[in-house]
């Protein structure tokens, strides 16, 4: 599964707060999807959030 659409809709499920909900799409637009976007969820692995 692409991780850009599956990150999309984890967020787009929950429950949070608009300020909350408004840093969670700001990080994952900003640091996460540039990163992680393009691939697949099994490609996000320890070592890849670590480097």
């Given amino acids: 599964?692409?991780?850009?659409?599956y990150?999309?809709?984890?967020l787009?499920?929950?429950?949070?707060?608009d300020r909350t909900?408004?840093?969670n799409e700001s990080v994952?637009?900003?640091h996460i999807l540039p990163t992680f976007g393009a691939?697949?969820?099994a490609d996000?692995?320890?070592?890849?959030?670590?480097?």
């Fill in 1 to 5: 599964m692409n991780f850009a659409d």
């Fill in 7 to 10: 990150a999309t809709a984890w």
């Fill in 12 to 17: 787009r499920d929950r429950k949070l707060a």
């Fill in 21 to 23: 909900r408004e840093r």
């Fill in 28 to 30: 994952l637009r900003l």
């Fill in 39 to 41: 691939g697949t969820v």
């Fill in 44 to 51: 996000v692995t320890t070592a890849r959030v670590r480097s």
